[in-house]
């Protein structure tokens, strides 16, 4: 059985919980979305918040494939390789988790994939990315501050999840004392 974070992991932008800063209505994400336009990105923001899920549903609704990476587990090889694993039109996300784990060579050889349009990249970091992203990459990239959670994201969170076949479907049981 599947973890219920996994079951129940967003499909859409309207499930989305929270982010209403970069998603709400006249936010500038939401705005260039319903454009059709996918920019590169950076996401940051504490561990938790949906980074990588925003990513997936993103490369979904532009009708875009994405391929994963992460910066802990990768080098310049599985970047390369997972740059021509991509199409070009329209051009594949590359999503990066933990990007700042990335030194400045291995930062630096995202460029020309960038400025190209050959790719869309989207990063994620928890870090502050004025220090923990090269300057030529950071300057390409659009950088998305994502939040905590709220009390009120939360409870969405928890109305799902009671509610989702997926996940308790009304059938939560408390253990007993």
């Known amino acids: 059985m599947r973890p219920l974070?996994?079951?129940?992991?967003?499909?859409?932008?309207?499930?989305?919980?929270?982010?209403?800063?970069?998603?709400g209505a006249g936010?500038?994400?939401?705005?260039?979305?319903?454009?059709?336009?996918?920019?590169?990105?950076?996401l940051w923001g504490p561990p938790g918040?949906?980074?990588?899920?925003?990513?997936?549903?993103l490369a979904q609704e532009s009708g875009r494939e994405i391929a994963f990476l992460s910066a802990v587990q990768s080098?310049?090889?599985?970047l390369r390789a997972a740059v021509d694993g991509l199409p070009e039109d329209p051009p594949g996300v590359l999503f990066m988790d933990e990007v700042h784990r990335f030194n400045k060579a291995q930062q630096d050889a995202l460029l020309p994939w960038v400025e190209s349009g050959r790719i869309v990249?989207?990063?994620?970091?928890t870090e502050n990315p004025s220090f923990s992203i090269n300057r030529a990459l950071l300057s390409r990239l659009q950088v998305q501050v994502?939040?905590?959670?709220?009390?009120?994201?939360?409870a969405q969170l928890i109305d799902r999840a009671?509610?989702?076949?997926?996940?308790?479907?009304?059938?939560?049981?408390?253990?007993?004392?």
């Open 49 to 57: 918040v949906g980074k990588t899920t925003l990513a997936r549903v």
């Open 5 to 23: 974070a996994e079951r129940l992991r967003p499909r859409r932008l309207e499930d989305i919980a929270g982010q209403e800063q970069i998603l």
């Open 121 to 125: 990249f989207i990063g994620a970091t």
């Open 27 to 42: 936010a500038s994400l939401r705005r260039l979305l319903e454009r059709g336009q996918l920019p590169s990105l950076l």
């Open 146 to 154: 994502l939040r905590a959670l709220d009390a009120p994201a939360l």
């Open 75 to 78: 080098g310049v090889r599985e």
């Open 162 to 177: 009671l509610d989702a076949p997926d996940g308790f479907n009304g059938q939560l049981a408390l253990a007993p004392d």
